[in-house]
């Protein structure tokens, strides 16, 4: 264990300022406010051919969320917010003075677009809140508050990316699964936000990264934001992950989590499980980093967690082409939970919990 670092290291927050604009290894942003309207990277479409999607109604926010145009739970959180200021627009035009109960089934329809990650509600609480303050005309507060969360969560993956990078040797190989990076947040990324911080300290010199099927995150997205911030970067299929491991490559195993319940149990993208059994077993270290608006004090453990599973064509096919023969049937999983046992240290904007437990859960968010 890091020698800094106490069971439960809490931070004080504001200590550096970081802005909306990328800093050096962080040059993509998939969420912004532009023309009075959500812009959205397409990142189905990644990396062969970069579309900026452009929104101004809620219901078809909802649905690019669904249908993985933007993905990541922090993303998700951020872009839900900025969809409730859509609705906020479209319903104090149609219904006056009536928009603040008209906007719920707007609130409802974003909330049914993703289950598992809890940014997602997180996000939706901040804003109904944010509603209910208001008095008048509600776009621009309703929008300053969207910011806000953006800009909050990219502040705290650069805490997370200082936080996560002082707990991992010089000269490291590390393995992360999925895309936890700029795409998947407001910006730098939770586990890539560490793997960029260590990486610019020189605590990280190679990458590994698994394909993450069906959707490949990792081989169409990890890869693609490394190798645009210069970062040395190596894929491999997602069963090869044990197989390095054995081979003492890497030192750590960093990914995120969409949803971490109260004891540390943490959900996140099928097959981080399956990683982290084989790190154990190998003696490689489970690092998972996430904003605490990833955390759901009231969820006791992960078997709670709502799993999502997603259409059985996402696995029965590969890019649009049919792989599987006709009559197979697929079962599609979109998340796993790592029991807390299994992990050395969550990191978070507020501080690091080692080897979590309800104490130390309980600890950290105070
Ligand atoms: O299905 P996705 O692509 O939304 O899943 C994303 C993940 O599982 C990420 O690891 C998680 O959301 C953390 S992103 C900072």
């Given amino acids: 264990m890091h020698a800094c670092y106490s069971l439960v290291k809490m931070c004080s927050p504001g200590e550096e300022t970081t802005t909306m604009h990328p800093t050096p290894h962080d040059t993509i942003r998939a969420v912004s406010w532009a023309d009075d309207a959500l812009q959205l990277l397409d990142q189905r479409k990644l990396p062969a051919e970069h579309i900026t999607l452009t929104f101004t109604e809620p219901g078809s926010v909802a649905q690019a969320i669904t249908d993985m145009v933007v993905r990541g739970a922090p993303a998700i959180g951020i872009t839900a917010a900025y969809g409730v200021v859509l609705a906020a627009r479209q319903r104090y035009l149609q219904d006056g003075a009536g928009w603040r109960s008209s906007i719920g089934q707007d609130l409802d329809r974003l909330a049914a677009s993703r289950p598992t990650a809890v940014n997602l509600f997180w996000a939706l609480e901040r804003m109904r809140r944010a509603i209910a303050g208001l008095k008048s005309d509600p776009v621009a507060a309703l929008l300053a508050e969207a910011k806000r969360i953006h800009e909050e969560d990219i502040a705290a993956n650069h805490r997370m990316g200082k936080l996560g990078a002082a707990l991992i040797d010089h000269d490291s190989a590390v393995l992360t699964h999925c895309n936890t990076g700029s795409l998947a947040t407001g910006g730098y990324g939770t586990a890539l ?66 949803r971490i319940a109260a004891n540390g149990d943490a959900a996140n993208k099928i097959g ?58 697929a ?22 919990v080692l080897s979590p437990n309800p104490a130390r859960m309980a600890a950290l968010m105070g």
């Fill in 193 to 258: 936000g560490v793997i960029r911080s260590a990486y610019q300290a020189g605590r990280i010199t190679q990458v590994y990264a698994d394909e993450t099927r069906p959707w490949l995150q990792g081989a169409r997205l990890t890869a693609w934001e490394l190798v645009q911030d210069k970062i040395p970067v190596t894929l491999l299929a997602d069963g090869a992950g044990a197989h390095l491991m054995k081979q003492g490559r890497v030192r750590w195993l960093i990914v995120g989590a969409d």
């Fill in 272 to 329: 981080t499980y399956h990683a982290a059994v084989a790190a154990r077993y190998h003696g490689v270290r489970v690092m998972v980093v996430a904003p605490t608006s990833t955390i759901d004090m009231t969820l006791p453990d992960g078997g709670q967690i709502p799993i999502e599973i997603r259409p059985e064509e996402e696995v029965l096919s590969l890019a649009g082409q049919r792989i599987a023969p006709p009559g197979v049937r």
């Fill in 331 to 352: 079962w599609n999983p979109s998340f796993d939970v790592t029991p807390a046992e299994l992990i050395d240290a969550i990191v978070t904007e507020k501080g690091v």
